[in-house]
Each structure stands twice: as structure tokens, then as C-alpha cells.
């Protein structure tokens, strides 16, 4: 079953002869429950793509339809709510907000939507992170693989319909960001969660199930 179905999608920046054409005509679907990873050297259009997929951005032309939701016809609103209740975001920065402890990082979604926390699965994912130790501690801290390791939670908390990792070893060097990645995949896997991950690594790209490559806005083999 298709959790993301990408349709003639185009996404233009600007007009004129200044136009960059980010995303020219992608057609693409990802299976719920399965790690694909998008790689793509830099202006590819990787990102862009996985914010398309975010609701970040609209569509100039195609559509997007994510969790049976065509994103295309939400409001803004709309897509606010999406985004907080069916998308786990990763970034390469953490984005960690300093002032809050790890605990508070992670349980931010929730408290956002007045969500009540559930504590049986707060403490399976920050057992499967190697958190529980650190969750009084604030962000400062941590090491980079630590604060990752409390976004990665952060982003799962709100059991989210799919994970979408924006280059999330970028910041790491590469033994770390190995570890990281492989807890990213394990814990989606844990939770049956879709994972959609942009790298510009190869290795890292080998740990998915399925890898596709962009080139120029466009899918190439």
C-alpha cells in the first residue's frame, strides 16, 4: 500500500529568465512502512521534493497526496495540523530548542496540540535512543549524536504517519552519523514508520530499502 503518490509534479522558484525549475514532471510513490532514501547531488531538487512531501511548499503544477490527503487542496490551516500530526521532521541541525530539557524537547509536539503523553511509549523510544539517562539534561549537554538521537524522538513522539530526514547526519562526522542513521532506521522499523531520507551519502543510501535518485528536478535510474 502507497503512503505517498507524486503525480507530473513541478515546482518553479521565481519567473522569468531567473526561473529555477527545482522539480520539472517527478512521478513517484513510496510504500507505507519501507526506508527510502532520496540521493541527489547539491540542486538536485532532493530537498525541495521532501518538503513538497512535508506540505511545506505547493505544487506549480501535479500533486501530492499523502496518508490519502491530496495536499494541494488543504488550506493553510489545513496543513498546519498535517504537518503536526502526520509528519515527523529530522533536520541536519537538530533544532533543539536550548532553554527546554531533552524530556521537553521531545514531548513538544504533544503539549503544542494538547496531546496527552503516552508514558509506555515516551519510554520505549527513549530506551531504543539511549536517552533515558539524559532526560533532565539540556540540549548543551548532549553530544551531536545525543541531540539527534532527541530529535529522532521528537519526531516519532506524535506517532506520526511518515518520518521525513533531511540530510540528519550532515552535522555528525562519520562514525557518528553511521550510528545515527542506523538508530533512525532501526527505530522506524521498531514502530513500523514510514522513512524518507535525502543524503548526498552513499553509504548512508544502502541502508534503506529502496534508493531514488534525483538529477536536475527529475528521477533518474
Excluded: W
Excluded at 503544477?61 to 500530526?85: I, N, P
Excluded at 514502530?191 to 552513499?202: R, V
Amino acid at each position: 500500500m502507497d503512503i505517498v503518490t507524486i503525480h507530473a509534479l513541478k515546482k518553479y522558484f521565481g519567473r522569468g529568465p531567473g526561473q529555477v525549475k527545482a522539480l520539472d514532471g517527478v512521478e513517484l510513490s513510496i510504500e507505507k512502512g519501507r526506508f527510502t532514501a532520496i540521493v541527489g547531488a547539491s540542486g538536485s531538487g532532493k530537498t525541495t521534493l521532501l518538503n513538497m512531501i512535508g506540505g511545506l511548499y505547493q505544487p506549480t503544477e501535479g500533486s501530492v497526496t499523502v496518508d490519502g490527503m491530496d495536499l494541494a487542496r488543504l488550506t493553510e490551516e489545513e496543513l498546519t495540523v498535517f504537518r503536526r500530526r502526520k509528519v515527523g521532521f529530522v533536520f541536519q541541525d537538530y533544532n533543539l530548542a536550548p532553554e527546554l530539557t531533552i524530556r521537553e524537547n521531545i514531548l513538544l509536539p504533544l503539549l503544542m496540540d494538547e496531546a496527552r503523553p503516552d508514558g509506555i511509549f515516551f519510554s520505549e523510544i527513549t530506551g531504543l535512543l539511549g536517552l533515558k539517562e539524559k532526560l533532565d539534561a539540556f540540549p548543551h549537554m548532549l553530544s551531536g549524536g545525543g541531540q539527534q538521537c532527541a530529535a529522532i524522538a521528537r519526531a516519532l513522539i506524535t506517532r506520526p504517519s511518515i518520518i521525513l530526514a533531511d540530510e540528519p547526519t550532515g552535522s555528525l562526522d562519520g562514525k557518528t552519523g553511521q550510528s545515527v542513521a542506523g538508530l533512525l532506521k532501526m527505530t522506524a522499523e521498531y514502530f513500523h514508520q514510514t522513512l524518507i531520507m535525502i543524503t548526498h551519502s552513499e553509504e548512508l543510501a544502502q541502508l534503506a530499502d529502496r534508493v531514488v535518485r534525483l538529477q536536475d528536478g527529475r528521477i533518474v535510474q
